[in-house]
């Protein structure tokens, strides 16, 4: 394994960098204008238009049902993401899977635009459900097209270019987002009726993913040969579900550090994730902030984000993705109890926006890359399908955290302060991880990477 890491450098296409990079620029649309700006306010006054949310007798909070949709969409993944990891890595099919699942999520992402109260047959109450049923959908797919498209950033760079690359995917896709979210403040300004202009954003922002899918990532991404072969008289499927248990035998006996920032990954990352999900619920119900506001915030940290991600990148350079990561997670330990004790009148939303948005796409990025340095070569897409399970709007147990407690409180203000948690725990799973053992025991080359 060591040997063929080693002994086939990358050869860095930077037509084909530009292509896989765009992908961000285009999903990110869906994470922007959807799960974090749009769709959880706009059900939550549809859902108290009707007295909540009643699902097989169990009536939701209004503001607790699309973190729970969030939750269920994530359960999902853990089943299914693996498996589609494994099977990328033993065909020729990762970028036709790629286009599969971000097919499928920018047309459930678009069917969202038929949903609005007092909906015909279904009321409101139905209405509400079935945009749960299409969130979820379109956020499996979400996470599964983004496996696929993380697993391919040791194809196209080199370990040296890895933080660079990711950083600068990252920070483009905050800037199509943000672009494409200016764009919707333009429109609900416009229209007069705000319901209309709310789904006619949401539905943009499925055309925008599918858009520039296929006119950059789809022409300029090459696919790769298939990584391993299917043993005699094995499917993709029973060959995927051995290969399963032989990566988490692997991953805990053969790789314990990758493992150890593995886990710590997924539970800091929970809490980013579900500051993400949660953030304008928070400012809606709390603050009272309109959908303007909201959008103009959000605008303010995707494009801060832009710079924050690049800034981040640059720090990795000189400190090393570890301890840049570790400075981040102590200021979203800061920015959780400031949003909990200080947060009270709509011009704060702005000053912690931007310490935020500075932090935001470094730790995801950067975690992206320094991962990418942990794994073995040749298995890249099962490993980035565990990575992917509390990847951006995919986390399951904040939402969870959180979702209960605003069930429990009825109101969130005490619940954003239960993410805490995250931050504090992953940050102490984090400190001792051994990056230099992670890379060497994984079979590749620490030389050239900042440690």
Known sequence: MAEAA??????????????????????????TTVVTTLLGPYLASIARGAGGVNFLGFNFEPDAFFPTCVSISVVLQVLFLPILGTIADYSTLKKRLLLIFATIGAA????????????VVLGSNGAVLL??????????????????????????????????????????????????????????QMISDKALAVRLSIASAGLWWL???????????????????????EGYLTQSLKELGNTLRCIYS??????RYLIAYLIYNDGIQTVIVVSTLFAASELGAPEEILIILVLLIQFVAFGGALLFGWMASRLGAKRSIIISLVVWVIIVISAYALLYEIWQLFVLGVAVALVLGGSQALSRSLYSQMIPRHSESEYFAFYEISERGTSWIG?????????????TRVAI?????????????????NVRRAIVESGNNPEGVVL
């Open 6 to 31: 080693l002994s086939a450098p990358v050869e860095t296409n930077s037509r084909e960098v530009r292509g896989w990079m765009m992908y961000d620029w285009a999903n990110s649309a869906f994470s």
């Open 108 to 119: 459930s992402t678009i069917l969202l635009f038929i949903i609005q109260p007092d909906l």
């Open 131 to 188: 945009a749960g049923l299409l969130f979820i959908i379109a956020n499996l797919a979400f996470g599964a097209a983004v496996v696929f498209y993380n697993a391919f950033l040791p194809d196209i760079a080199a370990p040296e270019d890895r933080d660079k690359v990711s950083s600068r995917g990252w920070a483009l896709g905050y800037l199509g987002g943000g672009l494409l979210l200016a764009i919707n403040l333009v429109m609900i």
């Open 211 to 233: 858009a520039f899918t296929y006119l950059f990532t789809a022409r300029r991404l090459r696919q790769r040969p298939a990584l391993k072969r299917l043993s005699k008289g």
């Open 254 to 259: 053969l790789y314990p550090q990758t493992l």
């Open 399 to 411: 939402p969870l955290v959180f979702a209960v407690a605003v069930q429990i409180t009825g109101g």
């Open 417 to 433: 302060l239960s993410l805490i948690l995250f931050f504090v725990v992953g940050l102490a799973l984090l400190i001792p991880v």
